[in-house]
Protein backbone atom coordinates (compact mmCIF):
# COMPACT_ATOMS: atom_id res chain seq x y z
CA UNK A 1 0.00 0.00 0.00
CA UNK A 2 1.85 3.44 -0.66
CA UNK A 3 2.49 5.47 2.03
CA UNK A 4 0.32 8.63 1.24
CA UNK A 5 -3.06 5.84 1.01
CA UNK A 6 -1.75 4.82 4.53
CA UNK A 7 -1.84 7.74 6.10
CA UNK A 8 -5.32 8.89 4.77
CA UNK A 9 -6.80 5.72 6.46
CA UNK A 10 -4.43 6.55 9.82
CA UNK A 11 -6.64 9.73 9.64
CA UNK A 12 -10.29 8.69 9.07
CA UNK A 13 -10.60 5.56 11.22
CA UNK A 14 -12.96 6.23 14.05
CA UNK A 15 -12.28 3.48 16.05
CA UNK A 16 -9.25 5.35 17.28
CA UNK A 17 -11.60 8.49 18.03
CA UNK A 18 -13.65 6.23 20.17
CA UNK A 19 -10.85 4.80 22.05
CA UNK A 20 -9.36 8.13 22.98
CA UNK A 21 -13.02 9.19 23.28
CA UNK A 22 -13.21 6.38 26.35
CA UNK A 23 -9.46 7.00 27.73
CA UNK A 24 -10.76 10.80 28.15
CA UNK A 25 -14.02 9.83 29.64
CA UNK A 26 -12.13 7.99 31.96
CA UNK A 27 -9.69 10.83 33.53
CA UNK A 28 -12.63 12.80 33.47
CA UNK A 29 -13.76 10.12 35.88
CA UNK A 30 -11.02 9.66 37.83
CA UNK A 31 -10.88 13.46 38.06
CA UNK A 32 -14.65 13.45 39.91
CA UNK A 33 -13.80 10.74 42.00
CA UNK A 34 -10.83 12.70 43.56
CA UNK A 35 -12.49 15.17 44.73
CA UNK A 36 -14.76 12.80 46.99
CA UNK A 37 -13.17 13.36 51.04
CA UNK A 38 -13.27 10.50 52.31
CA UNK A 39 -11.08 8.55 50.05
CA UNK A 40 -7.38 7.31 51.64
CA UNK A 41 -3.91 8.75 50.06
CA UNK A 42 -3.81 5.80 48.41
CA UNK A 43 -6.91 6.25 46.27
CA UNK A 44 -6.42 9.32 45.60
CA UNK A 45 -3.08 8.39 44.24
CA UNK A 46 -3.98 5.56 42.17
CA UNK A 47 -6.87 7.77 40.68
CA UNK A 48 -3.86 10.61 39.80
CA UNK A 49 -2.37 8.03 37.91
CA UNK A 50 -5.46 6.69 36.21
CA UNK A 51 -6.00 10.50 35.32
CA UNK A 52 -3.22 10.85 33.88
CA UNK A 53 -3.43 7.92 32.18
CA UNK A 54 -6.20 8.48 30.73
CA UNK A 55 -5.13 12.13 29.60
CA UNK A 56 -1.64 10.63 27.69
CA UNK A 57 -3.17 7.34 26.24
CA UNK A 58 -4.72 9.69 23.04
CA UNK A 59 -1.15 11.43 22.48
CA UNK A 60 0.39 8.18 22.63
CA UNK A 61 -2.31 6.49 20.70
CA UNK A 62 -2.39 9.18 18.22
CA UNK A 63 1.46 9.44 17.92
CA UNK A 64 1.48 5.60 17.15
CA UNK A 65 -1.20 5.43 14.81
CA UNK A 66 0.89 8.16 12.70
CA UNK A 67 4.08 6.51 13.21
CA UNK A 68 2.63 3.08 11.70
CA UNK A 69 0.79 4.60 9.27
CA UNK A 70 3.98 7.06 8.05
CA UNK A 71 5.86 3.43 8.25
CA UNK A 72 3.23 1.79 6.64
CA UNK A 73 3.13 -1.01 9.20
CA UNK A 74 0.31 -3.24 9.73
CA UNK A 75 0.00 -1.94 13.51
CA UNK A 76 -2.70 0.88 12.47
CA UNK A 77 -5.05 -1.30 10.97
CA UNK A 78 -6.10 -3.14 14.12
CA UNK A 79 -7.44 -0.85 17.15
CA UNK A 80 -6.45 -3.47 19.37
CA UNK A 81 -3.10 -4.27 18.55
CA UNK A 82 -2.33 -0.33 18.34
CA UNK A 83 -4.00 0.27 22.02
CA UNK A 84 -1.74 -2.45 22.98
CA UNK A 85 1.22 -0.69 21.23
CA UNK A 86 0.01 3.06 22.75
CA UNK A 87 -0.29 1.40 26.83
CA UNK A 88 3.74 1.23 27.59
CA UNK A 89 4.65 5.05 26.51
CA UNK A 90 0.99 6.28 27.79
CA UNK A 91 1.95 4.27 31.27
CA UNK A 92 5.41 5.83 31.05
CA UNK A 93 4.73 9.31 30.51
CA UNK A 94 2.20 9.05 33.12
CA UNK A 95 4.13 7.78 35.90
CA UNK A 96 6.80 10.15 34.99
CA UNK A 97 4.02 13.28 35.31
CA UNK A 98 2.58 12.00 38.31
CA UNK A 99 6.44 12.18 40.39
CA UNK A 100 6.04 15.96 39.54
CA UNK A 101 2.30 16.33 40.16
CA UNK A 102 1.23 14.36 42.71
CA UNK A 103 3.71 16.29 45.10
CA UNK A 104 2.08 19.46 43.67
CA UNK A 105 -1.46 18.36 44.47
CA UNK A 106 -0.44 17.74 47.99
CA UNK A 107 0.88 21.01 48.38
CA UNK A 108 -1.17 22.94 46.36
CA UNK A 109 -4.53 21.88 47.14
CA UNK A 110 -5.25 24.30 49.38
CA UNK A 111 -4.02 21.88 52.12
CA UNK A 112 -0.54 22.75 52.81
CA UNK A 113 1.32 25.87 54.21
CA UNK A 114 4.92 26.48 54.01
CA UNK A 115 6.85 26.59 56.99
CA UNK A 116 9.20 29.41 57.38
CA UNK A 117 11.08 30.92 60.57
CA UNK A 118 10.73 27.94 62.74
CA UNK A 119 13.44 25.50 64.17
CA UNK A 120 12.39 23.36 61.71
CA UNK A 121 13.84 25.53 59.08
CA UNK A 122 16.47 26.67 61.45
CA UNK A 123 18.02 23.22 61.54
CA UNK A 124 16.93 22.15 57.79
CA UNK A 125 19.52 25.42 56.77
CA UNK A 126 22.19 24.12 59.20
CA UNK A 127 22.13 20.87 57.97
CA UNK A 128 21.51 21.56 53.96
CA UNK A 129 24.66 23.24 54.51
CA UNK A 130 26.44 20.39 55.68
CA UNK A 131 25.20 18.23 53.19
CA UNK A 132 26.10 20.61 50.70
CA UNK A 133 22.76 20.90 49.06
CA UNK A 134 19.95 23.79 48.95
CA UNK A 135 17.99 24.10 51.64
CA UNK A 136 14.82 22.55 50.74
CA UNK A 137 11.41 24.35 51.74
CA UNK A 138 9.35 23.01 54.13
CA UNK A 139 5.91 22.39 53.67
CA UNK A 140 3.19 21.35 56.31
CA UNK A 141 0.26 19.50 55.12
CA UNK A 142 -2.88 19.78 56.69
CA UNK A 143 -3.72 16.04 57.59
CA UNK A 144 -3.80 14.74 61.03
CA UNK A 145 -2.06 11.39 59.83
CA UNK A 146 1.57 11.10 60.39
CA UNK A 147 3.68 10.97 57.47
CA UNK A 148 6.71 12.87 55.63
CA UNK A 149 8.19 12.76 52.22
CA UNK A 150 10.73 14.72 50.22
CA UNK A 151 10.56 15.59 46.48
CA UNK A 152 12.38 17.46 43.76
CA UNK A 153 10.82 19.29 41.09
CA UNK A 154 12.35 22.83 40.33
CA UNK A 155 13.36 23.10 43.77
CA UNK A 156 13.74 20.16 46.66
CA UNK A 157 10.93 20.72 49.61
CA UNK A 158 10.01 17.87 52.64
CA UNK A 159 6.89 17.75 53.11
CA UNK A 160 5.97 17.06 56.45
CA UNK A 161 2.06 16.60 57.59
CA UNK A 162 0.83 17.94 60.80
CA UNK A 163 -0.25 15.20 61.94
CA UNK A 164 3.58 14.22 62.62
CA UNK A 165 4.44 17.46 64.43
CA UNK A 166 1.68 16.80 66.40
CA UNK A 167 3.19 13.40 67.51
CA UNK A 168 6.86 13.36 67.76
CA UNK A 169 8.81 15.00 70.15
CA UNK A 170 11.62 17.73 68.68
CA UNK A 171 14.80 14.87 68.52
CA UNK A 172 11.86 12.50 66.73
CA UNK A 173 11.25 14.95 64.08
CA UNK A 174 14.62 15.97 63.46
CA UNK A 175 15.28 12.53 63.08
CA UNK A 176 12.61 12.41 60.54
CA UNK A 177 14.20 15.55 58.91
CA UNK A 178 17.67 13.91 58.33
CA UNK A 179 16.09 11.40 57.11
CA UNK A 180 14.43 12.91 54.29
CA UNK A 181 17.81 15.50 53.87
CA UNK A 182 19.22 12.36 52.67
CA UNK A 183 16.87 11.77 50.29
CA UNK A 184 17.26 15.47 49.17
CA UNK A 185 20.78 14.91 49.05
CA UNK A 186 21.24 11.88 47.51
CA UNK A 187 18.61 13.08 44.48
CA UNK A 188 21.45 15.85 43.80
CA UNK A 189 24.72 13.65 43.21
CA UNK A 190 22.76 11.13 41.12
CA UNK A 191 19.55 11.72 38.98
CA UNK A 192 17.13 9.18 40.48
CA UNK A 193 13.97 9.25 42.22
CA UNK A 194 13.65 9.10 46.22
CA UNK A 195 12.31 5.90 47.72
CA UNK A 196 9.69 8.22 49.77
CA UNK A 197 8.92 9.30 46.12
CA UNK A 198 8.26 5.85 45.20
CA UNK A 199 5.45 5.73 47.25
CA UNK A 200 3.60 7.25 45.04
CA UNK A 201 4.43 5.46 42.06
CA UNK A 202 1.71 2.94 40.88
CA UNK A 203 4.43 0.46 41.46
CA UNK A 204 4.55 1.02 45.08
CA UNK A 205 1.01 0.25 45.32
CA UNK A 206 1.60 -2.48 42.60
CA UNK A 207 4.10 -3.57 45.99
CA UNK A 208 6.93 -4.52 43.34
CA UNK A 209 9.81 -2.41 43.79
CA UNK A 210 10.73 -3.19 47.14
CA UNK A 211 14.29 -3.73 46.75
CA UNK A 212 15.24 -0.29 45.31
CA UNK A 213 13.43 1.45 47.64
CA UNK A 214 15.11 -0.92 50.94
CA UNK A 215 18.56 0.25 50.08
CA UNK A 216 17.61 4.47 49.75
CA UNK A 217 15.81 3.86 52.64
CA UNK A 218 18.95 2.17 54.66
CA UNK A 219 21.35 4.91 53.59
CA UNK A 220 18.97 7.39 55.20
CA UNK A 221 18.51 5.94 58.10
CA UNK A 222 22.15 5.32 58.21
CA UNK A 223 23.00 9.52 57.43
CA UNK A 224 20.16 9.86 60.45
CA UNK A 225 22.23 7.56 63.02
CA UNK A 226 25.73 9.09 62.10
CA UNK A 227 24.13 12.67 62.94
CA UNK A 228 22.58 11.88 65.67
CA UNK A 229 24.85 9.71 67.39
CA UNK A 230 22.31 7.01 67.95
CA UNK A 231 18.83 5.76 65.83
CA UNK A 232 16.67 5.78 68.89
CA UNK A 233 15.09 8.58 68.11
CA UNK A 234 14.47 7.65 64.27
CA UNK A 235 12.84 4.56 65.76
CA UNK A 236 10.75 6.08 68.31
CA UNK A 237 9.38 8.59 64.92
CA UNK A 238 8.69 4.83 63.31
CA UNK A 239 6.75 3.17 66.34
CA UNK A 240 4.71 5.75 66.57
CA UNK A 241 3.62 6.26 62.97
CA UNK A 242 2.81 2.71 62.70
CA UNK A 243 1.10 2.80 66.61
CA UNK A 244 -1.12 5.91 64.43
CA UNK A 245 -2.41 3.44 61.85
CA UNK A 246 -2.47 0.44 64.04
CA UNK A 247 -5.13 2.37 66.54
CA UNK A 248 -6.73 4.04 63.64
CA UNK A 249 -8.03 0.61 62.38
CA UNK B 1 -23.80 18.14 62.56
CA UNK B 2 -22.77 15.53 64.95
CA UNK B 3 -22.29 12.19 63.59
CA UNK B 4 -23.34 9.48 65.48
CA UNK B 5 -23.13 5.47 63.74
CA UNK B 6 -23.71 3.53 67.08
CA UNK B 7 -24.74 3.42 70.80
CA UNK B 8 -24.17 1.41 73.18
CA UNK B 9 -27.17 0.73 75.08
CA UNK B 10 -25.40 -0.92 78.21
CA UNK B 11 -23.33 2.49 78.54
CA UNK B 12 -24.17 5.69 80.38
CA UNK B 13 -23.58 9.31 79.59
CA UNK B 14 -21.25 10.22 76.66
CA UNK B 15 -19.72 6.55 77.08
CA UNK B 16 -22.83 5.42 75.37
CA UNK B 17 -22.09 7.28 72.01
CA UNK B 18 -18.15 7.62 72.42
CA UNK B 19 -15.09 5.82 73.58
CA UNK B 20 -13.61 6.25 76.99
CA UNK B 21 -10.81 8.04 75.29
CA UNK B 22 -13.11 10.41 73.16
CA UNK B 23 -15.19 11.04 76.30
CA UNK B 24 -12.06 11.98 78.26
CA UNK B 25 -11.03 14.06 75.98
CA UNK B 26 -13.95 16.40 75.39
CA UNK B 27 -13.89 16.33 78.99
CA UNK B 28 -10.15 17.78 78.89
CA UNK B 29 -11.52 20.19 75.89
CA UNK B 30 -14.60 21.74 77.66
CA UNK B 31 -12.38 22.34 80.65
CA UNK B 32 -9.17 24.06 79.08
CA UNK B 33 -11.39 25.46 75.33
CA UNK B 34 -8.54 24.68 73.07
CA UNK B 35 -5.24 22.68 73.34
CA UNK B 36 -3.28 20.54 71.57
CA UNK B 37 -2.42 17.09 71.00
CA UNK B 38 0.45 16.70 73.71
CA UNK B 39 -1.77 19.22 76.05
CA UNK B 40 -4.48 16.97 76.05
CA UNK B 41 -2.11 13.71 76.45
CA UNK B 42 -0.28 15.39 79.61
CA UNK B 43 -3.22 15.99 81.11
CA UNK B 44 -4.99 12.33 80.27
CA UNK B 45 -1.47 10.27 81.07
CA UNK B 46 -1.98 11.66 84.75
CA UNK B 47 -5.02 9.61 85.13
CA UNK B 48 -4.47 6.57 82.77
CA UNK B 49 -2.08 4.80 81.07
CA UNK B 50 -2.86 6.20 77.02
CA UNK B 51 -0.85 6.77 74.44
CA UNK B 52 0.07 10.13 72.89
CA UNK B 53 -0.87 8.44 69.33
CA UNK B 54 -4.76 7.23 70.79
CA UNK B 55 -5.14 10.87 71.46
CA UNK B 56 -4.49 11.65 68.44
CA UNK B 57 -6.49 8.89 66.71
CA UNK B 58 -9.31 9.93 69.39
CA UNK B 59 -9.24 13.66 68.07
CA UNK B 60 -9.21 13.14 64.81
CA UNK B 61 -12.37 10.72 65.35
CA UNK B 62 -14.10 13.79 67.09
CA UNK B 63 -13.37 16.00 64.41
CA UNK B 64 -14.85 13.39 61.93
CA UNK B 65 -17.67 13.09 64.21
CA UNK B 66 -18.54 17.04 64.56
CA UNK B 67 -17.94 17.05 68.05
CA UNK B 68 -14.35 19.46 67.86
CA UNK B 69 -13.01 21.69 65.75
CA UNK B 70 -9.43 22.10 64.64
CA UNK B 71 -6.86 24.94 63.56
CA UNK B 72 -3.68 24.94 62.31
CA UNK B 73 -1.35 27.01 63.82
CA UNK B 74 2.20 27.91 63.15
CA UNK B 75 4.55 28.34 66.04
CA UNK B 76 8.29 28.01 66.98
CA UNK B 77 8.21 24.08 66.83
CA UNK B 78 6.85 24.12 63.48
CA UNK B 79 3.00 23.82 62.60
CA UNK B 80 -0.06 22.07 65.66
CA UNK B 81 -3.54 21.75 65.57
CA UNK B 82 -5.04 23.04 67.64
CA UNK B 83 -9.06 21.21 69.14
CA UNK B 84 -11.33 23.18 70.61
CA UNK B 85 -15.37 21.88 71.32
CA UNK B 86 -17.30 22.58 68.65
CA UNK B 87 -20.12 22.79 70.90
CA UNK B 88 -20.66 23.11 74.43
CA UNK B 89 -21.88 20.35 76.83
CA UNK B 90 -25.09 21.00 76.51
CA UNK B 91 -25.38 22.12 73.25
CA UNK B 92 -23.84 18.59 72.44
CA UNK B 93 -25.82 16.50 74.43
CA UNK B 94 -29.12 18.07 72.68
CA UNK B 95 -27.41 17.30 69.13
CA UNK B 96 -26.67 13.68 70.23
CA UNK B 97 -30.08 13.22 71.52
CA UNK B 98 -31.46 14.79 68.16
CA UNK B 99 -29.35 12.59 66.55
CA UNK B 100 -30.07 9.31 68.03
CA UNK B 101 -34.02 10.02 67.86
CA UNK B 102 -33.74 11.21 64.40
CA UNK B 103 -32.29 8.09 63.36
CA UNK B 104 -34.44 5.83 65.43
CA UNK B 105 -37.87 7.85 64.34
CA UNK B 106 -36.16 7.45 60.27
CA UNK B 107 -35.65 3.70 61.19
CA UNK B 108 -39.27 2.66 62.74
CA UNK B 109 -41.53 5.70 61.54
CA UNK B 110 -45.07 5.04 63.35
CA UNK B 111 -44.06 2.95 65.92
CA UNK B 112 -41.26 5.30 67.05
CA UNK B 113 -43.59 8.19 66.48
CA UNK B 114 -46.42 6.66 68.47
CA UNK B 115 -43.97 5.30 71.30
CA UNK B 116 -42.61 9.25 72.02
CA UNK B 117 -46.30 10.51 72.27
CA UNK B 118 -47.31 7.83 74.78
CA UNK B 119 -44.05 8.32 77.03
CA UNK B 120 -44.03 12.04 76.94
CA UNK B 121 -47.87 11.81 77.84
CA UNK B 122 -46.91 9.79 80.85
CA UNK B 123 -44.54 12.25 81.79
CA UNK B 124 -46.44 15.31 81.83
CA UNK B 125 -48.91 13.42 83.46
CA UNK B 126 -46.59 11.92 86.30
CA UNK B 127 -45.05 15.85 86.56
CA UNK B 128 -49.08 17.09 87.60
CA UNK B 129 -49.50 14.62 89.59
CA UNK B 130 -46.05 15.77 90.85
CA UNK B 131 -44.51 12.51 90.89
Known amino acids: MPIDACFVEVVIDNSKFILAGVSVALAVAAFTFLKMRRLSSKAKIGLIYAHLFGLFFPISLFTTNAACGFLCLPCFESPLGLAVLAVPSALLFSTVAGFVVIPLYFLYSGRSVEVKGTAITSFISRHSKT ?17 AFSFRSFRSAIVISIGMMDILRRKELEAVILHELAHVKSRASVLKLSASLMRFSPFWILKSFHRELDIEEAAAD ?28 | MVMIEKIRLHKK ?22 ARVRDIYRILRKRNKIALTSVAVCLDRLYKKGMVMRQAETGPGGVHYIYSPLKSKADLDRSIVENIVDKIIYNFGESAVSYFNERFSKSRRAKRRGI
Open chain 2, 13 to 34: GYESVLSPQESAILGVLWNSRE
Open chain 1, 131 to 147: LGIRPPRVYAVKNPRPF
Open chain 1, 222 to 249: KYVQIVQGTYKYLKGAKIKVNEYYGNER
